[in-house]
Every structure is written in structure tokens, then in C-alpha cells.
């Protein structure tokens, strides 16, 4: 049995017609499905046997991602040893004090330390924790432009999109949709700012996940006929501060895993709340 590296690997077997019998939208989710282990690869009806013998696990061993996550985050924590922390700083809008890099992550302080160390006073979520210390290690340095782009309109974010819609834009809808308070709180929990409506929406959220990095929120309310819809905006520069592709063996990358951290952190502030959102 071999073992598919990433989502792409399995995509690449799948003929990608999108035909739907399988009961995922397109053959990318399917992909994604299977590679999470949520989908067993002989679910596709339209690929050949030998080809699901070669890559199916028959034991229906899981791919452990929260450990391969967990790995990678070690990775990264040993290659801030080999950097400047404090030649670092210029480039990601913090500031260094007491040998230590502090970098505004929603608004509240996030710390590392020339050991690999993380600290803040909000809890240290390993979904953006992950794209902090690639921020740190990668980061250009860039200013936003205030050029707003969807996940797919950056730059290989078409493919990966259908998982990013049901991680990330799906589970923030569900929490808008159920706790109307959603918003206000983001603004005064997070030191985002609501804006003018943006592309017509009825709300509109600018955060702040990292310093050079915003996100937007836009939220449609239901209207007669129409359900609501909420969608994520990036900033032009994004994907050129961030890796949008292939972190952990997922191609997935941090400004996938921004959104999906958010959307975790939103559905906590949720029950807080007393509100239950839909499981996805």
C-alpha cells in the first residue's frame, strides 16, 4: 500500500470530472476527504480497483494530522534558533524587548524567544501558531495595499479552495448565522475595526491575525428567497508574506490555517456565549 503524500497526490489519481457521485462537491474535496481519512479512496466511483488497491490503507489507519501538525510545529520552533530575532523585527511589524520577538496576533501580544518559546495571553491555538513562526522565519516584510483577493484568487488557492470554504467560510457562517453578536465582539475582543459595507455586504470585519497580514470578514445576511453567506478576503500581498500551499505534508498551507484557526476561535467565543453552532 502506498501512502499519498498530500491531497494533491490523491487528487492527481481521481479523473476530475467533479461528477458528485461520491457526495462531495468536486473531486479536490473528495481528495481532501480521503487524505484527512474522513473518506475511504474506494468511495470514487470512477477509479479503477487496481488503482484504489495500490493506495488504500485495508486496516483504515488514519493519517494522524494533528501529530503531523505538532511535528512541523516542532520544526519550526528549532529553526527560529538559527535566526536574528531581533534583525528580524523590521520586517514583521514587531518590536523586540528582553530578547524577546512580540508580534500583535489578534490585537493581543504573541512572544518567542531565541529557544523556540512561545508565549502570549490568549490561548496559543497550533492553527496559528504555525503560520506565526512561518510570519517570523518567511515573512517579506510587506505593507498591505488594501487590495482585497478571495482564497482561490491568490496564487494556487483555486484548487485548494473547496477546503478552505468548508474549514474555514462554512464554520464562521454557521457561528455568524447562530450568534448575532458575533461581529461587535471581534472588534472589541480583537482590535479589528467594522468597515464601510465591502462588496455589498450587510457586515464587513477587518482583523488583524498578524501585523502585515488583515483578513476581512464579509457577512450577508439571509434575505427572502436567499440564504446568508459569509466570505474571507485577503489582502493582495498575502500570498507572498504567507505560504498558501503544502505545510505539514497538507497542502494546505498558513493562510489556509489562519482561516481555519479563526474559525476555532470563533466557534469558542460562541459557546462562551451560550451559543451552539452546527457541527460541520
Not at 65 to 88: P, S
Request: charged share 25%.
Amino acid at each position: 500500500m502506498l501512502r499519498p503524500q498530500n491531497a494533491m497526490t490523491i487528487f492527481q489519481l481521481l479523473d476530475k470530472s467533479n461528477c458528485r457521485r461520491c457526495g462531495e462537491k468536486t473531486c479536490m474535496a473528495f481528495a481532501g476527504a480521503v487524505f484527512t481519512g474522513r473518506r475511504p479512496l474506494s468511495e470514487c466511483p470512477r477509479l479503477d480497483r487496481q488503482i484504489i488497491d495500490t493506495y488504500s490503507d485495508n486496516s483504515q489507519n488514519r493519517y494522524d494530522v494533528e501529530q503531523n501538525r505538532d511535528d512541523y510545529l516542532e520544526q519550526l520552533k528549532t529553526l527560529i534558533k538559527g535566526i536574528d530575532l531581533k534583525a528580524a523585527t523590521g520586517g514583521t511589524g514587531g518590536r523586540y524587548e528582553n530578547d524577546r520577538l512580540i508580534i500583535k496576533v489578534m490585537g493581543k501580544d504573541f512572544s518567542i524567544t531565541r529557544n523556540g518559546t512561545i508565549s502570549t495571553d490568549i490561548h496559543v491555538n497550533p492553527w496559528v501558531a504555525v503560520p506565526f513562526l512561518n510570519y517570523v522565519l518567511y515573512g517579506k516584510g510587506m505593507d498591505p495595499t488594501g487590495d482585497w483577493r478571495s482564497f482561490r484568487e491568490l496564487a494556487d488557492g483555486r484548487e485548494r479552495y473547496p477546503l478552505f470554504q468548508k474549514r474555514c467560510e462554512e464554520q464562521m457562517k454557521q457561528v455568524a448565522d447562530s450568534y448575532t453578536e458575533l461581529f461587535d465582539d471581534m472588534v472589541q475582543m480583537f482590535s479589528g475595526k467594522q468597515v464601510d459595507p465591502q462588496f455589498q455586504s450587510d457586515i464587513s470585519v477587518v482583523l488583524y491575525p498578524l501585523p502585515k497580514l488583515p483578513i476581512m470578514v464579509c457577512h450577508w445576511l439571509p434575505e427572502e428567497g436567499m440564504q446568508s453567506s459569509l466570505n474571507v478576503f485577503f489582502d493582495q500581498t498575502a500570498d507572498k508574506s504567507l505560504d498558501i500551499g503544502s505545510i505539514f505534508s497538507l497542502d494546505i498551507g498558513s493562510i489556509f490555517s489562519l482561516g481555519a484557526g479563526l474559525a476555532q476561535m470563533f466557534t469558542r467565543l460562541a459557546r462562551r456565549h451560550g451559543f451552539e453552532p452546527p457541527s460541520c
